[in-house]
């Protein structure tokens, strides 16, 4: 199995339907990223999460929301989604003084 | 707003051939990474530096940093067609609070 999962791999759906994209890890990490990947733009952090208790939004987090279900779970949803939110969404963890362990991505199309 | 950046945006060498990456950041930072994704895939961590670091080697790949100029490289020697990728710098300024920023990434192209 995979250190970090994501769920779907790939999605399309419809403007204005909410969807949530599932991520889960078995680093045994505190830490937990969402981040939004679009050509030419690279990586941007729209949530992040230090512990169960603990969520920050980062640069994008507008439109977004995330649940921290567990240690291991943390999720993003997208209320009532838009087509400019059609990307490449990565979910990450991270051990103290370690480099980050990546998922495979979702790749979102909003149409 | 992106911390890293990286140069060339894009590079094509002949296998074989060592590829020379450059990344400059504007802050002080704790540590700076490299990662490497390939087309569509998640990003891969290849190695970490920190700050009290000049140089580190991993196999094939040497990473230097000058914090006084805020600026690293990703040397890979001896390239081979797999290394073709996008490679991604990204710096942590090690607050308690931390989180990457990534630059906008290198498209590596190697020929065989």
């Known amino acids: 199995d995979a250190d970090v999962t994501q769920t779907p791999r790939n999605r399309i759906t419809k403007t204005g339907k909410r969807i949530m994209l599932e991520c889960s890890q078995t680093k045994g990490h505190d830490r937990m990223y969402w981040y939004r990947q679009d050509p030419g733009l690279g990586l941007r952090l729209i949530y992040y999460?230090?512990?169960?208790?603990?969520?920050n939004k980062g640069e994008i987090s507008d439109g977004y929301s995330v649940s921290r279900q567990a240690q291991a779970k943390f999720s993003l949803s997208l209320e009532s989604a838009i087509p400019n939110q059609t990307a490449l969404y990565f979910c990450a963890t991270r051990g103290t003084g370690e480099g980050y362990t990546f998922g495979s991505g979702t790749r979102l199309t909003v149409v | 707003s992106q911390q890293g950046e990286e140069d060339p945006q894009a590079l094509s060498i002949q296998e074989g051939e060592n590829a020379t990456m450059n990344c400059s950041y504007k802050?002080?930072?704790?540590?700076l990474q490299w990662y490497r994704q390939n087309s569509g895939r998640g990003l891969v961590h290849l190695i970490l530096?920190?700050?009290?670091?000049r140089e580190k080697h991993s196999g094939r790949l040497r990473v230097t940093l000058d914090t006084s100029k805020k600026s690293s490289s990703l040397l890979i020697t001896a390239s081979r067609a797999a290394d073709t990728a996008s490679y991604f710098c990204?710096?942590?300024?090690?607050?308690?609070?931390?989180?990457?920023?990534f630059g906008k990434g290198i498209t590596l192209s190697v020929r065989p």
């Open positions: 530096i920190r700050s009290n670091e």
């Open positions: 990204a710096t942590d300024n090690g607050r308690a609070n931390s989180k990457l920023t």
């Open positions: 999460s230090f512990d169960v208790k603990d969520i």
């Open positions: 802050t002080s930072i704790n540590n």
